[in-house]
């Protein structure tokens, strides 16, 4: 079993910056991905921003080239960095651990962080 905790989230201006983390903890796992989901009131959740070990992240559309995920291995932890917020960037966000080595295994969720834009 994978514990997910999240950190970060709160109430930024527009342009302003946040930066997400996601420690996972647990015994006896490999990583095969980290990453980042939304979900804003009414909406279907929807990927911010995934990196899988040893590929190049990736990203939904409407977060490139402001949005940047990273992960440090040594602490099992993702970060979100969010710059040049938009209303629109409004929505919880969720971490998203899936386990595996070669391929991917069971997939954890993170309880959620709630990211207010708005002025």
């Known amino acids: 079993q994978v514990q997910l905790v999240e950190s970060g989230g709160g109430l930024v201006q527009p342009g302003g910056s946040l930066r997400l983390s996601c420690a996972a903890s647990?015994?006896?796992?490999?990583?095969?991905?980290m990453g980042w989901f939304r979900q804003a009131p009414g909406k279907q959740r929807e990927l911010v921003a995934t990196?899988?070990?040893?590929?190049?992240?990736n990203y939904g559309d409407s977060v490139k080239g402001r949005f940047t995920i990273s992960r440090d291995n040594a602490k099992n932890t993702v970060y979100l960095q969010m710059n040049s917020l938009k209303p629109a960037d409004t929505a919880v966000y969720y971490c998203?651990?899936?386990?595996?080595?070669?391929?991917?295994?069971?997939?954890?969720w993170g309880q959620g962080t709630q990211v207010t834009v708005s002025s």
């Open positions: 998203n651990v899936i386990t595996g080595t070669v391929l991917p295994g069971t997939k954890y």
């Open positions: 647990g015994s006896g796992f490999s990583i095969y991905a």
């Open positions: 990196i899988i070990s040893g590929r190049m992240p």
